[in-house]
């Protein structure tokens, strides 16, 4: 079945740096979303790229999908201790509306 | 606009009792959803409905696990009777159409004991 991995399952870096997180997935989708879920709280939706777009920005977000890789990638500039959390990335199934995620990346921002 | 909601958000019952979960999407959100995180494992996908109907049920575990959402508007899991496989945090969310942003909730933190 159609997993997404991201990579690296965790992800250390000083306040004001930037962290680059990476997602692979398996079969075709319509669309890639990614997620932030702070420790204990609910996830919460950080952008939606569809699938004929390569790049997308989110004021300190930037997100790549590379289809013909299979892969997308999340980039936080200018990072914050507030943006510890543990991150996702999930892809539909194609012709389903079900979300598939994967295992997610934990970022720890030192202050 | 008030987010999706979940309530409990946590509850705690022993093997064999019954539990039962309730999700409210986002209003005017036709499409709802159930996930569910089991420890140290992906989040994954239980169920789908469009308004009071059940798309697609393919994630659902067993027979013990029953969703309804009668009127289209909040839905219910329950669980019955629960197992210790069981434990874990239940996510609902919700989107206006089928391949947009869903929304999740906060999540019902589950203990089986």
């Known amino acids: 079945s159609q997993q997404g991995e991201e990579d690296p399952q965790a992800l250390s870096i000083q306040e004001g740096e930037n962290a680059t997180m990476n997602c692979s997935y398996k079969?075709?989708?319509?669309?890639l979303q990614w997620y932030r879920q702070n420790s204990g709280r609910g996830l919460v939706h950080l952008i939606l790229?569809?699938?004929?777009?390569r790049e997308k920005h989110s004021g300190r977000l930037r997100v790549t999908l590379d289809t013909s890789k299979k892969s997308s990638s999340l980039l936080i500039t200018a990072s914050r201790a507030a943006d510890t959390a543990s991150y996702f990335c999930a892809t539909d199934a194609g012709s389903s509306y079900k979300l598939i995620f994967g295992s997610g990346t934990r970022l720890l921002v030192r202050p | 606009e008030a987010g999706v909601t979940q309530f409990p958000s946590h509850s705690v019952i022993e093997k064999g009792q019954t539990v039962t979960l309730r999700c409210d999407p986002i209003?005017?959100?036709?499409?709802l959803y159930w996930y569910r995180r089991v420890m140290g494992k992906e989040i994954k996908f239980l169920l789908h409905f469009v308004k009071e109907s059940k798309q697609d049920e393919s994630g659902m575990p067993n027979n013990r696990f029953l969703a309804e959402r009668t009127g289209g508007t909040y839905s219910t899991l329950k669980v019955q009777p629960a197992e210790l496989e069981d434990s874990g945090v239940y996510f609902c969310?919700?989107?206006?159409w089928g391949l947009g942003e869903q929304y999740f909730g906060p999540g019902t933190r589950l203990t089986v004991t």
């Open positions: 209003s005017g959100h036709d499409n």
């Open positions: 790229i569809r699938s004929n777009e």
């Open positions: 079969t075709s989708i319509n669309n």
């Open positions: 969310a919700s989107s206006t």
